[in-house]
């Protein structure tokens, strides 16, 4: 299985951007998907999943939505009022049997 993500970039304070995570090389890749991101020296952090439901971290409530397209094997996380403390290196994630991991892609808000 592999994840592809794309969709980072450079944006303003207040900006929108729209992340999105293609699944490969199988036609399930786990019940849940999502998105996690870190900076450097930190954790990664949980943004949002998508299981039978949502779930989003607290400081992305609110300005970011996650979606999943199971036919497609998709999930995207539309991103907006972006802040800086939003910039980061953006992974897609399924978890399942096993828990694959996309190869991340970066996010940057400018201020």
């Known amino acids: 299985v592999q994840l592809q993500a794309s969709g980072g970039g450079l944006v303003q304070t207040g900006g929108s951007l729209r992340l999105s995570c293609a699944a490969s090389?199988?036609?399930?890749?786990?019940?849940?998907m999502g998105w996690y991101r870190q900076t450097p020296g930190k954790a990664r952090e949980l943004v949002a999943t998508?299981?039978?439901?949502?779930y989003y971290a607290e400081s992305v409530r609110g300005r970011f939505t996650i979606s999943r397209d199971n036919a497609l094997n998709t999930v995207d996380l539309q991103m907006n009022n972006l802040k800086p403390e939003d910039t980061a290196v953006y992974y897609c994630?399924?978890?399942?049997?096993?828990?694959?991991w996309g190869q991340g892609t970066l996010v940057t808000v400018s201020s």
């Open positions: 994630v399924a978890h399942g049997v096993r828990t694959y």
């Open positions: 998508m299981g039978r439901a949502a």
């Open positions: 090389g199988s036609s399930f890749v786990g019940d849940v």
